[in-house]
């Protein structure tokens, strides 16, 4: 039987659990491996090209970090992420080098802006998306209604905007501001992603994101010139040519404090859940969280217990009596 799902929020989170329940109720995700997958069906769908193969390129700041490589790469655990190192990875000159460098497997980027962008299209098309801000007083969660119409589930994916949420704000949702620059180059090469602190990433006709800083408990997105400086500084360890920086961004990530996601349903109101805490790697984890997710809501199947809301109960206890 078809549902009626309200999804609050647009972003990774919100697409990702829309996708989930629109694909659910295709069966088409049954054979998908995740991440690469999701996206490039996106692109099917839209011909919007989102999800780009890259070899990244991890430039060693020390002896001792090209020892630990050399140690992991033969072990099970590691094989199948780092590539053995080479005599061409030792003496690799395409960026600053003075204790060789190591590639990462089967790596790859997904690009945030087509990827919203193509996928609010391929969900329009399936399901509506109203452009809204979400006011909490017209939800009413006995009812699961919002603006008085009725629906089967309601999953808010505010991102760092869940404090203010009267359900679920007591979720310890935290914020981690990050800035990042593009930049243009004639020079620095755009064949790898360079990465040494700091990751050089090329977004074509020689453009790079130069990313990105960490400031824990912050959630204004000022741009701030220690941000700048900082990547600047960051990007000389990889490289000494010259750089233009055409653009200066920030945006909060979704953290938590055991670097979890939080997903669940409410305690009380059992038709209101939260999928939310992506974190850091959220475009990683976000395609198969969302179809855990979505089988936990349509079919009631066990979500990981690392995931789950219930561990933050004795905190949900706390401030209820407060
Ligand atoms: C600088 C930076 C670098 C990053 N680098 C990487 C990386 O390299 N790899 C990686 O995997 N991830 C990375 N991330 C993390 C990734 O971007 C996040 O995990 C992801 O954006 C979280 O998605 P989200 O949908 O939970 O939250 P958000 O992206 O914050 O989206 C939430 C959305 O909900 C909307 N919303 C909130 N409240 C309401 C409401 N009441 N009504 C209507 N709409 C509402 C907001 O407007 C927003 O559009 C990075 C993030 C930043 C900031």
Redesign the pocket.
Request: aromatic content about 10%; charged content about 15%; overall charge neutral.
């Given at each position: 039987m078809k549902k009626e799902i309200l999804i609050?929020?647009?972003?990774?989170?919100?697409?990702s659990v829309a996708m989930q329940f629109i694909q659910n109720h295709w069966r088409l995700d049954e054979f998908l491996p995740f991440a690469e997958n999701f996206s490039n069906q996106i692109t099917l769908n839209t011909a919007i090209p989102i999800y780009h193969p890259i070899t990244i390129r991890r430039m060693f700041s020390s002896a001792h970090e090209k020892t630990m490589w050399l140690e992991k790469q033969n072990l099970e655990k590691f094989n199948s992420y780092l590539e053995p190192l080479t005599i061409e990875d030792d003496h690799y000159k395409l960026a600053k080098n003075e204790f060789g460098s190591g590639r990462i497997k089967g790596s790859s980027?997904?690009n945030?802006i087509p990827f919203l962008k193509a996928s609010k299209q391929w969900i329009s098309e399936h399901g509506t998306i109203i452009y809204?801000?979400?006011?909490?007083s017209d939800f009413n969660p006995e009812e699961s209604t919002y603006k008085g119409k009725k629906y089967d589930e309601i999953v808010f994916?505010?991102?760092?905007?869940n404090d203010l949420n009267p359900w679920f704000g007591y979720l310890p949702v935290e914020h981690t501001?990050?800035?990042?620059l593009t930049i243009s180059s004639e020079k620095i090469t755009e064949n790898e992603s360079l990465n040494r602190k700091c990751?050089l990433l090329p977004v074509g006709n020689k453009t790079f994101k130069l990313?990105?800083?960490y400031v824990w408990h912050t959630n204004n997105t000022v741009l701030t010139e220690e941000g700048k400086n900082d990547l600047i500084e960051k990007a000389g360890l990889l490289t000494s040519f010259p750089f233009e920086i055409t653009e200066h961004?920030?945006?909060?990530?979704?953290t938590s404090p055991d670097r979890r996601p939080i997903v669940g349903r409410h305690h009380i109101f059992k038709k209101f859940s939260i999928?939310?805490?992506?974190?850091?790697?959220?475009?990683?984890?976000?395609p198969k969280l969302a179809e855990e997710f979505v089988h936990f809501i349509l079919y009631d199947t066990e979500m990981d217990k690392e995931v789950k809301l219930e561990r933050f109960d004795k905190l949900r206890n706390l401030q209820e009596k407060k």
């Open positions: 609050v929020g647009a972003g990774l989170a919100g697409i980027f997904v945030p809204e801000n979400a006011d909490y994916c505010e991102g760092s905007n501001k990050g800035e990042v990751f990313g990105a800083t961004k920030a945006g909060i990530r979704p999928f939310n805490g992506l974190g850091t790697k959220g475009y990683l984890i976000a």
